[in-house]
């Protein structure tokens, strides 16, 4: 009996060691039974509220803005209004606008993604006052007028930008490297989304298709996307009627508060990938407007 018993207890001891030696297996080779990614309906339902509070908020403070704007006027009608590309005279309300609501979105996640809005904004709503008359477009033309010694206001508009994208660049990351990446990527987005504004609705429309996939990011990132896009999305129905324009400053502030979202969801690798595309956009800006300018347009 004692043999036995002592057969039966070495048994059933190989048969447990054999079944964890089978569990690690598995687990190391991928198979066998798994359990599968557990979805946390509370985390699901936080990023949504989230996402729709940032989306909401700028928004509603953009149309608020446009109200505002339209009832008081301030210095007359005439000088809210423009022709555009067609002849048509659009209002010009949208722009700061968009400016005030994109800010406070960005801003209410991250107070540097607020602050580089603003100041794109600012830039912006300076070369639409000063440069009215300037038939110079185009970085290249404006920095040959400052080499001869002319500071025009889409100069102006360059260097403050870019050095506000530093500021901004710095005050969201940790390490140099990325800090410069993300003041690149934060000016480039801006620079990039006003080159695509040649059209009705280019600019808003670029903002909301480029920033949907943010959307799916965690934290910051889903929340500035979806700040962006709540300004871009209450100024399109005006944009794409003519009824307005969104101008230099809208445009500006729209790919400021986008590019901070792009900066907030990327590690250094996707920063620079980020940034040389832009780089490149910039380089050949006159191509990527006519391109803007050929979508949607009637034969």
Known sequence: MTAGADGYRAACQLGRTGERSARRLG?????????????????????????????????????????????????????????????????????????????????????????????????????????????RRGFREHLAALRKGEVTSGAVKLFGISAAGLVAGALLEERLPDKALAGVVIAGTAHFVNLVDVRPGRAAGAVLALGAPGLLRQGAAGELAAAAMGAAAAVLPDDLGERAMIGDSGAHALGAALGAAIVAGNGRAGLLAHAAALVAATVYGERVSELARSIGARK
């Open 27 to 135: 687990r190391r080779t991928g198979g066998g039974p798994r359990e599968g990614p557990r979805i946390s309906v509370p985390r699901v339902v936080h990023m949504i509220t989230r996402r729709g509070g940032s989306f909401g908020l700028a928004a509603a403070a953009t149309r608020a803005g446009i109200a505002a704007l339209r009832a008081n006027a301030p210095g007359g009608r005439g000088r809210w209004e423009r022709q555009n590309y067609a002849g048509r005279t659009v209002e010009l309300y949208a722009g700061p606008a968009a400016v005030a609501g994109a800010a406070l979105g960005a801003g209410r996640v991250r107070p540097a993604a607020g602050f580089v809005v603003l100041a794109a904004g600012a830039c912006g709503a300076y070369d639409d006052v000063a440069g009215a008359g300037d038939p």
